[in-house]
């Protein structure tokens, strides 16, 4: 018990940040059209592409000798960079579409 | 100073993609949102380059490999997403929610490597274990499971079911989480946990194969809305680890939108969530249920087709998940076309759902140039189907299955479909008399107005418009 107190108190701003952003995540998505279901999925996709700054971090701190830090660091930075890239040119791509469509 | 500046970009960042995703909830401003959630990324990217530090106040080294994977990454990505076509946009989607769950998986596995290497045990930092290997397990999850879902919507993978196939699935979460919390207690791997860390993402990896593998090609859509949550959940883990806001900003906030999105699309469907996850159970037992209630269907040639549709006043065509299999949509918009320069009327009939991806007929038209007019959505076409002389279903099954109306025992009971029963000819293309994802027989095709067109889509449409043309 004391040990989760603990926890609480300690992460506190994590935990309102957590719950704040549960709730904002609801709240955003509840009243979409189905129309742009799919685009708004393919938006999100890329926001989560934010991993990459993880990926950044771990590619910046790793020793010049470790080798297998190095390249699974870089490895990572490619993969973060193509979930974030791709992800925002091909939602650009999809909602190209349906601005075409409205003004015919 | 930096700190100050880094700082001041996080809070833009994770204002950018809060704002950005409402904007993308709205058709206007859909694509304005998009681009302020790029550049909000833009900036948190690079403020971390540049500014990072550590606790100890240290910057980030290795520059030429940073921005050599930004480069690679980039255009690798911007060739991907431009050149791929409009009807493989999901698989897209996918895609690229695959490389960000293993870019988490593996910035987890360095951490830990990292952990452990530097004399922390297990002991010492039962959160940050904790934290570190549920990023590890989710992200590795979402990458197989969406490279199956890859996979299966390009053609590659066909849906497959081991005997005991969901048993097998649960008895794999059950070792996951044991072997999750024996680590994490030290039960399991005592001070020197590396290679339980490894069983963990092979174990990990299999599960996220084994949890897509069955599920039905035309629910993809629903998986990998539920799969792009997981990605953003491993994100925000990232963050918790390196104490970043904009990474758990982003990552919840995909977390919980992706999965109020994943409930809406099957709510769409008038089905449960659990019930796409273990589709492929309810829908064999429903098609032993009612198919034996099946009938007699006739088939008619496509020169009788074409005679019937030319002597038509008016017809409605209803496209479905067939059509985007195909890439039927410019025959399509051809058939459209010939038949109006010979006067007849032609509309299309658009279910919300058809092709189980919301909106995504209208996009496939779109590209194939089909005028917006032409395009009706359900509710406006529903009552003019009693005057149609012919209705021409593409590829499309339960969204005009009449067993939504009449039959409560139909897993599809409830969901509102295309009223095509009411006009005067209804004309069914399919590939073989194969039920749909559902197993649900269709009565509709068995009706005495209802004549059956076999084949693909595409081949099947060139034929029609070729022999229109000959005898027009």
């Given at each position: 018990?004391e040990a989760?107190?603990?926890?609480i108190?300690?992460h506190?701003?994590?935990?309102?940040?957590l719950?704040?952003m549960?709730?904002?995540?609801f709240?955003?998505?509840s009243?979409?059209?189905?129309?742009?279901h799919?685009?708004?999925m393919?938006?999100?996709?890329?926001?989560?592409?934010?991993?990459?700054?993880?990926?950044?971090i771990v590619?910046?701190?790793a020793e010049?000798d470790?080798y297998?830090?190095?390249i699974l660091?870089?490895?990572?930075?490619?993969?973060?960079?193509?979930?974030?890239?791709g992800?925002f040119?091909?939602t650009?791509?999809?909602?190209?579409m349906?601005?075409?469509?409205?003004?015919? | 100073?930096?700190?100050?500046?880094?700082?001041?970009?996080y809070?833009?960042?994770?204002v950018?993609?809060?704002y950005?995703?409402?904007?993308l909830s709205?058709p206007?401003?859909?694509?304005r949102?998009?681009?302020?959630?790029a550049v909000?990324m833009?900036?948190?990217?690079f403020?971390?380059?540049?500014?990072y530090t550590?606790?100890?106040?240290?910057?980030?080294?290795n520059?030429t490999?940073?921005f050599a994977?930004l480069?690679?990454?980039?255009?690798?990505?911007?060739?991907?997403?431009?050149?791929?076509?409009?009807?493989a946009m999901?698989?897209m989607?996918?895609?690229?929610?695959?490389?960000g769950?293993?870019?988490?998986?593996i910035?987890?596995?360095?951490?830990?490597?990292?952990?452990?290497?530097?004399?922390?045990?297990v002991?010492?930092?039962?959160?940050l274990?904790?934290?570190?290997?549920?990023?590890?397990?989710?992200?590795?999850?979402?990458?197989?499971?969406s490279?199956?879902a890859?996979g299966k919507l390009?053609?590659?993978i066909?849906?497959?079911m081991?005997?005991m196939?969901?048993?097998?699935n649960?008895?794999?979460?059950?070792?996951?989480?044991?072997?999750?919390?024996g680590?994490v207690?030290g039960?399991?791997?005592?001070?020197?946990?590396?290679?339980?860390m490894y069983?963990?993402?092979?174990?990990?990896?299999?599960?996220?194969?084994?949890?897509?593998m069955?599920?039905?090609?035309?629910?993809?859509p629903?998986?990998?809305s539920?799969l792009?949550?997981?990605?953003?959940?491993?994100?925000a883990f990232?963050g918790?680890m390196?104490?970043?806001?904009v990474?758990l900003?982003?990552?919840?906030?995909?977390?919980s939108?992706?999965?109020v999105?994943?409930?809406?699309?099957?709510?769409?469907m008038?089905?449960?969530l659990?019930?796409v996850i273990?589709?492929?159970?309810?829908?064999q037992?429903?098609g032993?249920?009612?198919?034996?209630?099946?009938?007699?269907?006739?088939?008619?040639?496509?020169s009788?087709?074409?005679?019937?549709m030319?002597y038509?006043?008016?017809?409605?065509?209803?496209?479905?998940?067939?059509?985007?299999v195909?890439?039927?949509?410019?025959?399509?918009?051809?058939l459209?076309?010939v038949?109006?320069?010979?006067?007849?009327?032609?509309?299309?009939a658009?279910?919300?759902?058809?092709?189980r991806?919301?909106?995504?007929?209208?996009?496939?038209?779109?590209?194939a140039?089909?005028s917006?007019?032409?395009?009706?959505e359900?509710?406006?076409?529903?009552?003019?189907?009693?005057q149609?002389?012919?209705?021409?279903?593409?590829g499309?099954?339960?969204?005009?299955?009449p067993?939504?109306k009449?039959d409560?025992s139909?897993p599809?009971?409830?969901?509102?479909?295309?009223?095509?029963e009411?006009?005067?000819?209804?004309?069914?293309?399919?590939r073989?008399?194969?039920?749909?994802?559902?197993?649900?027989e269709?009565?509709l095709f068995?009706?005495?107005?209802t004549?059956?067109?076999?084949?693909?889509?595409?081949?099947?449409?060139?034929k029609?418009?070729?022999?229109i043309?000959?005898?027009?």
């Open positions: 018990m989760i107190f603990s926890f108190t300690e506190y701003n994590y935990i309102l940040l719950i704040l549960v709730i904002l995540g709240e955003v998505i009243h979409v059209p189905s129309v742009l799919t685009p708004l393919s938006g999100a996709n890329a926001i989560h592409g934010v991993v990459i700054i993880g990926a950044i590619m910046g701190q010049s470790n297998l830090a190095l660091g870089f490895l990572a930075v490619i993969l973060g960079t193509l979930n974030v890239v992800g040119v091909v650009d791509r999809m909602l190209e349906f601005k075409k469509k409205k003004k015919n | 100073m930096g700190n100050g500046i880094l700082s001041l970009s809070l833009i960042g994770s950018s993609f809060i950005g995703l409402k904007m709205h206007d401003t859909a694509r949102g998009n681009l302020y959630a909000g833009t900036l948190a990217i403020a971390t380059i540049f500014l550590d606790k100890d106040g240290v910057g980030l080294g520059y490999w940073i994977g480069i690679i990454g980039s255009i690798i990505g911007t060739i991907i997403a431009k050149k791929v076509l409009m009807t999901p698989q989607v996918s895609l690229f929610n695959g490389m769950g293993a870019c988490a998986a910035i987890s596995i360095v951490e830990f490597k990292h952990m452990i290497h530097s004399g922390v045990t002991a010492d930092e039962p959160v274990t904790t934290v570190i290997l549920l990023g590890l397990v989710i992200g590795t999850v979402s990458f197989t499971g490279m199956i890859f390009n053609g590659n066909r849906d497959k081991l005997p196939q969901q048993v097998i649960i008895g794999l979460l059950v070792v996951i989480f044991s072997l999750l919390i680590i207690t039960w399991i791997g005592g001070d020197n946990p590396m290679g339980m069983a963990l993402l092979a174990i990990s990896a299999l599960y996220g194969v084994l949890f897509v069955p599920i039905g090609g035309a629910d993809m629903v998986v990998i539920l792009n949550s997981f990605t953003g959940m491993a994100a990232g918790f390196y104490d970043n806001s990474m900003t982003g990552g919840i906030l995909v977390g939108a992706g999965t999105l994943t409930v809406l699309m099957c709510n769409a008038n089905r449960s659990l019930n273990v589709g492929a159970f309810g829908g037992q429903g032993g249920a009612t198919g034996a209630s099946g009938g007699t269907y006739k088939e008619i040639s496509v009788d087709l074409a005679v019937l030319l038509s006043k008016n017809v409605v065509i209803v496209p479905g998940y067939g059509l985007a195909a890439q039927a949509q410019h025959t399509c918009h051809e459209e076309k038949l109006d320069q010979n006067g007849v009327e032609v509309k299309y658009i279910h919300p759902v058809a092709g991806m919301p909106g995504h007929m209208n996009v496939l038209l779109a590209e140039d089909v917006y007019d032409k395009l009706k359900m509710e406006e076409i529903n009552p003019e189907f009693s149609t002389d012919v209705v021409l279903v593409l499309a099954n339960d969204v005009v299955n067993a939504a009449k409560p139909s599809i009971y409830g969901m509102p479909i295309l009223d095509v009411d006009a005067a000819h209804i004309i069914v293309n399919k073989s008399m194969k039920p749909g994802y559902a197993g649900i269709n009565q068995f009706e005495p107005k004549s059956m067109l076999f084949g693909d889509a595409k081949d099947v449409l060139n029609l418009v070729s022999e043309k000959s005898i027009a």
